[in-house]
């Protein structure tokens, strides 16, 4: 999956919509006005990733801590969440190394997640569209 597909599919979750909050170098989707996923280019200056996130985009996920961890293990392109709660998310570097489906499969349960947080009204309006 490259960086268009992954915008694609990102914006494609109901009412999603794109902002950014830390400048045009990072996208941030939020649903409503939850946060779910970010996606960036990794410039190689990381913290403890850089050499595998150098010239690669990298999306960041929620995600629940016990498979976060178990993904971190099965992907080596699936570490600690850049500059988020690490227990609770993970970055994902888009590198041909994690299939398709799956990267799809993680961002449905990020948005999820973060749905399930939101009030009874905020999950009802949603639910509709899916």
Known sequence: MDQEQAEAYLLSQPETSLYY???DDC??????????????L???NEKDSGSKMAGHFCINLK???????M??????????GYH???AQWNTIIL?????????????????MLVVSKMTKKDQQSL????
């Open 21 to 23: 909050p830390f400048g």
């Open 27 to 40: 996208k941030v989707f939020r649903v409503k006005t939850k946060m779910f996923a970010t996606l960036a």
């Open 42 to 44: 990794g410039k190689g």
């Open 63 to 69: 995600c629940d801590p016990d498979e976060a961890v």
């Open 71 to 80: 993904l971190r293990d099965i992907f080596p392109s699936v570490i600690p």
């Open 84 to 86: 988020m709660n690490k």
């Open 95 to 111: 590198d041909d190394s994690v299939p398709k489906g799956e990267i799809e499969r993680m961002i449905d349960n990020s948005y």
């Open 127 to 130: 639910t509709l569209h899916l």
